[in-house]
């Protein structure tokens, strides 16, 4: 069983950047796509990024693509989020997943860990 913990949110300007990471515990983390989820207040939780198993395929949300970057570290049993330019509407609560899928739909997505919270001002 692979547990995650995030790390790294925090209140930050609008305009500024973050970088959110997800350690991943347990042997099998190189076997699994990761993603990246947001939760805001009063909304449902929403897809934002996601990467192979491998690393070499990645896939973004419209409203975050080309601000955002994922990536993971398998030696380091982590992945990492990379916001640039960030905007008040990326306020969440900010979740990463495994799955065995690569794949946006986060009803395939597992081994959620407590999230991260980041905040931005204008």
């Known amino acids: 069983q692979v547990q995650l913990v995030e790390s790294g949110g925090e209140l930050v300007q609008a305009g500024g950047s973050l970088r959110l990471s997800c350690a991943a515990s347990?042997?099998?983390?190189?076997?699994?796509?990761m993603g990246w989820f947001r939760q805001a207040p009063g909304k449902e939780r929403e897809f934002v990024a996601v990467?192979?198993?491998?690393?070499?395929?990645?896939y973004y949300a419209d409203s975050v693509k080309g601000r955002f970057t994922i990536s993971r570290d398998n030696a380091k049993n982590t992945v990492y989020l990379q916001m640039n330019s960030l905007k008040p509407e990326d306020t969440a609560n900010y979740y990463c997943?495994?799955?065995?899928?690569?794949?946006?739909?986060?009803?395939?997505?597992?081994?959620w860990g407590q999230g991260t919270q980041v905040t931005v001002s204008s």
């Open positions: 997943a495994g799955s065995k899928y690569y794949s946006g739909d986060q009803t395939r997505f597992g081994n």
């Open positions: 347990g042997r099998t983390f190189s076997s699994y796509a």
């Open positions: 990467i192979s198993s491998t690393g070499d395929s990645t």
